[in-house]
């Protein structure tokens, strides 16, 4: 009889182990199928939350990637946002040169050096190009932070001022930055701090400018017609 349930014992055993086997089998086919289905897409970016639905819980309750599946879940995700830039995906570039607070965390510094250039200067020429509509507002500024540092700053100030002509607020600040600590042009710093709501206080940088000439830069500044001095 100890023989029979030991037998029996084994073969649940290997049963069971078969049975984990199968269904881990199965989950990674179907993790493949969803992994080339967006990859084929015209904008695998795009296809993040659809992919995420296909794979269900695949891969997403481990802690720092311990698991392969975990791995392979987020390395997959962040292949999505680079194929998507690669084929010119608005949305994935913007995501990719976008250095806040995300998910997936894939950025472009995280790229070869010459492949986050090209991507780069594909973003901005998108940027030159695209209709100052509010849909491209996170478009031009993400354009514009590029250049900023560059030799290209006219090119930073042109973009930002598009992105502030979309009613985005913070194009404004980035404006203020460039004429106040790049280009030292005091004048249209002020103006573009009062759009942006944050004029400098308790600081002596704006001394040169008169009570007179700040309230005129105000008086401008006020007027939504000027895109600038």
């Known amino acids: 009889v100890s023989n029979l349930v030991t037998v029996a014992l084994i073969g649940g055993v290997i049963f069971g182990a078969y049975h984990i086997h199968s269904a881990e089998k199965a989950e990674e086919q179907a993790f493949e199928t969803a992994r080339q289905t967006a990859l084929n897409a015209p904008d695998p970016f795009l296809e993040l939350d659809r992919f995420r639905s296909a794979i269900g819980d695949y891969g997403k309750s481990c802690y720092v990637f311990a698991e392969a599946s975990c791995k392979r879940r987020v390395d997959t995700e962040n292949e999505l946002v680079i194929a998507g830039a690669k084929k010119g995906s608005v949305p994935a570039l913007v995501f990719l040169f976008d250095t806040g ?129």
Request: hydrophobic share 40%; proline share 4%; charged share 25%.
């Open 101 to 229: 607070s995300k998910w997936p965390l894939i950025k472009y510094t995280d790229l070869p050096h010459d492949e986050s250039q090209r991507l780069g200067l594909r973003l901005i020429s998108l940027a030159e190009h695209a209709p100052v509509t509010k849909e491209n507002a996170a478009l031009f500024s993400e354009a514009a932070q590029l250049l900023k540092y560059s030799t290209h700053t006219a090119k930073a100030i042109d973009l930002y001022v598009k992105a502030w002509q979309t009613g985005a607020p913070w194009a404004a600040s980035g404006l203020a930055y460039i004429y106040d600590e790049i280009l030292n042009d005091k004048a249209r710093a002020y103006f573009w701090y009062v759009r942006a709501r944050n004029i400098p206080v308790g600081t002596e940088r704006f001394q040169d400018l008169s009570a007179e000439e700040k309230l005129t830069l105000q008086s401008k500044a006020h007027d939504t017609s000027r895109v600038n001095i």
